[in-house]
Each structure stands twice: as structure tokens, then as C-alpha cells.
Nanobody
Framework: VQLQASGGGLMQAGGSLRLSCEASVASFRSYVMSWFRQAPGKEREFVSA???????FYADSVKGRFAISRDNAKNTVYLQMNSLKDEDTAVYYC???????????????????WGQGTQVTVSS
């Protein structure tokens, strides 16, 4: 499984960005897809996940501002980020796993596959 993330960039606080992550896999719909982020000097943290039934999960820090979605026909997961804040600045990584259970969605080392990351910088 290869994951290709894109869509990062520089945005002013309050603005919006949409990240995409395309997976090269035959059975995309069977994977839980997630987004994590890592800011300089900090550990990688969970942002959002979407399960096989397209049910979304969010970290408290992004709830109400970010929206995750998936298009199984395009093997792609999206992260729509609105009302961006300075603290959203980080490298954003997409992750995928076929066996992961719901209680582990927020645990980075439970995912087998990772994308290369895309930089999001929010300036005030």
C-alpha cells in the first residue's frame, strides 16, 4: 500500500485548506483511513479517522473545524480544514490500516501504512 498526501501549503489564520491522500490499493474501502500531524519538537498526534462505513472520528482540538471524508471510487481520503489556527501548523500524514480496531484509531503505532506527509503552515 502506498499513500500519497497532497494539498498542504501556507494559509492565514481563519482560512481553509483541503488535504488529499490517494492510496494505491485494490481494496481501499476495507481500510480505516486517518490523519495525524506532527509539529516541530512535538510527538505525532491524531487528528481524524474515517472507518470502513465512512463514520468520522476527530480529536477534540479539531472538532467542529475539520471534516474528513472518503471517496472509495477514487481511493482517496480528504481532510477539509476550516478556521485554521496557528496551532494547526504541522506536517500532516495520512495513515491506513485494515485490521485496526476503533479503540486504537488514535494510536499512531497501530497503523501499518503511512504517507510521506504534507506541510501545513498557518500564519497570523
Amino acid at each position: 500500500v502506498q499513500l500519497q498526501a497532497s494539498g498542504g501549503g501556507l494559509m492565514q489564520a481563519g482560512g481553509s485548506l483541503r488535504l488529499s491522500c490517494e492510496a494505491s490499493v485494490a481494496s481501499f474501502r476495507s481500510y480505516v483511513m486517518s490523519w495525524f500531524r506532527q509539529a516541530p519538537g512535538k510527538e505525532r498526534e491524531f487528528v481524524s479517522a474515517i472507518n470502513r462505513n465512512s463514520i468520522p472520528f476527530y480529536a477534540d482540538s479539531v472538532k467542529g473545524r475539520f471534516a474528513i471524508s472518503r471517496d472509495n471510487a477514487k481511493n482517496t481520503v480528504y481532510l477539509q480544514m476550516n478556521s485554521l489556527k496557528d496551532e494547526d501548523t504541522a506536517v500532516y500524514y495520512c495513515a491506513a490500516d485494515r485490521q485496526i480496531i476503533m479503540s486504537s484509531y488514535g494510536t499512531a503505532d497501530q497503523y501499518d501504512y503511512w504517507g510521506q506527509g504534507t506541510q501545513v503552515t498557518v500564519s497570523s
